[in-house]
């Protein structure tokens, strides 16, 4: 048995590169929204056996009366909503304590302990249909003393010992401990026991973790192998998701779009849930904009919209859409804009015909921003002396920010003076989202392309099409 603090609750896994692949459905979102689906929308209560056993050491109290501990078993969907009480009681003089926490949704939840109007301690459950927790724990000891035993923590406890041994060795990589001819083989074999906790710990948190960490690993590894272990888990919701991103990206970079589109249709097959459907065409929609097909992308927009006109969930992503393909598709004229750089130059969408430029959108304390800046650098030295121009357009709400950024590091291109520009009026009209966001336009101020997150990464051959145009 496992003490609660040393779980990771995590509802999804954090390692995950979230923009790669989807403009707006990226992995993290699919797979929280797949998650949500396969988790949610029970006919009935799902229901958790409960019992907990608290003593109290002979130290603090002889009287062997350890009654009054009270549970509060709560959801609250931030700081700000109001507390829904999944369950409520106390302990008998003997320190016993039983009963069933109704919940709706598979999930972590809050736990609060408490004595005599005093909050002893605050931990999670782990609550999955059919589960039975068992609690124990002796004052003042807590943190010695408290156990907790389920389903879900058993299998928890088996991933996180091999998430701690991954973590270990990929510090070791990191820090050049590792021959570079072994990490492949590390590697290789992280996957295949993440893989094996998925399959011997299916239907717990952990099985979906580990999925989706065998999944990661084989994608920088063996990307086939990779596509070979999604198509063997779809017996597992948490599949799908992994399918619309990384499944359909091995398919369109190995086969082709033809062929990733109906490798989607074949994926939406294979459910009989409508919302997982629904995702499928999503990302079929994606697809064909990213590929460039817009008036196919239009015609399959108005049917889902047709389709699921009054459902609420997807009025963001529709909304989204919609303002990407009829507003900022390639060939049409950039949206008006106008700043003053640091070094005080006037630039607008007007100054900048005849050559073509990109436009970058960020926070500059976006980690996944300055991870990228090496690049970036590298791109504008290669392609500024041939015509290109670049600038930053930083939404931080500090200016120190700003300054600070470039006390470590140079600056090549502008930057533009947030006080000089509607920020507002550029996320509306740019359509920002995600950042950083990059826009790369023609020399007759025409869109090009728009590169979110780590679709940066396909910027070189936009920028070498358009210096050729």
Request: hydrophobic content about 40%; overall charge negative.
């Amino acid at each position: 048995m496992k003490k609660i603090w040393e779980i990771d609750f995590r509802i999804l896994p954090l390692n995950i590169r979230g923009d790669r692949g989807g403009r707006f459905l990226g992995l993290f979102i699919v797979l929280a929204l797949i998650t949500s689906i396969s988790c949610s929308r029970n006919p009935e209560p799902l229901e958790v056996q409960f019992s907990a056993t608290v003593a109290v050491a002979d130290s603090i109290d002889q009287t062997s009366d350890y009654s009054g501990f009270q549970f509060l078993v709560f959801n609250r969907v931030s700081v700000n909503d109001p507390i829904d009480t999944l369950f409520f009681g106390a302990t008998d003089s003997t320190g016993f304590l039983q009963g069933i926490i109704p919940f709706e949704q598979t999930g972590a939840y809050p736990v609060q302990l408490s004595r005599n109007g005093r909050n002893l301690a605050t931990f999670r459950f782990l609550l999955a249909d059919d589960d039975t927790i068992t609690f124990s724990a002796e004052f003042p000891d807590l943190n010695e003393t408290l156990e907790i035993d389920s389903r879900e923590n058993r299998a928890m406890e088996v991933y996180n010992r091999v998430e701690d041994s991954y973590n270990r060795v990929t510090a070791f990589i990191k820090a050049g401990q590792v021959p570079a001819e072994e990490i492949p083989f590390e590697m290789r074999k992280f996957a295949d026991l993440y893989w094996e906790v998925y399959l011997d710990k299916k239907g717990t948190f952990a099985s979906k973790f580990s999925l989706e960490k065998a999944v990661t690993i084989l994608n920088e590894l063996d990307r086939a192998d990779m596509f070979r272990k999604i198509n063997q888990a779809f017996d597992e919701e948490y599949a799908f998701g992994l399918a619309l991103t990384l499944g359909k990206d091995y398919v369109a970079s190995t086969q082709g779009f033809d062929a990733a589109v109906s490798y989607l249709d074949s994926v939406r097959t294979l459910t009989k849930k409508d919302d997982i459907k629904k995702v499928v065409e999503q990302a079929s929609i994606e697809l064909h904009l990213d590929s460039l097909y817009v008036d196919k992308a239009k015609s399959l927009l108005t049917r889902f919209e047709r389709n699921y006109e009054d459902e609420d969930d997807y009025s963001f992503w529709y909304k989204n859409l919609r303002f990407e393909l009829y507003e900022l598709t390639p060939g049409l004229p950039v949206p008006e804009f106008e700043f003053a750089t640091a070094d005080g130059d006037t630039v607008n969408n007007q100054s900048l015909l005849g050559r073509p430029y990109v436009l970058e959108f960020t926070l500059m304390a976006n980690q996944l921003y300055q991870q990228q800046y090496d690049e970036s650098t590298v791109i504008y030295q290669i392609y500024g002396p041939q015509g290109l121009q670049y600038f930053t357009i930083p939404f931080d709400e500090s200016v120190n920010t700003i300054i600070g950024f470039y006390e470590e590091r140079d600056r090549f291109w502008g930057v533009a003076d947030p006080p000089s520009f509607d920020r507002k009026k550029m996320v509306d009209e740019f359509n920002i989202q995600f950042y950083p966001t990059r826009v790369l336009v023609d020399s007759e101020g025409n869109m090009v392309r728009k590169y979110i997150g780590e679709e940066f990464e396909g910027i070189i051959p936009g920028i070498t099409e358009t210096l050729i145009n």
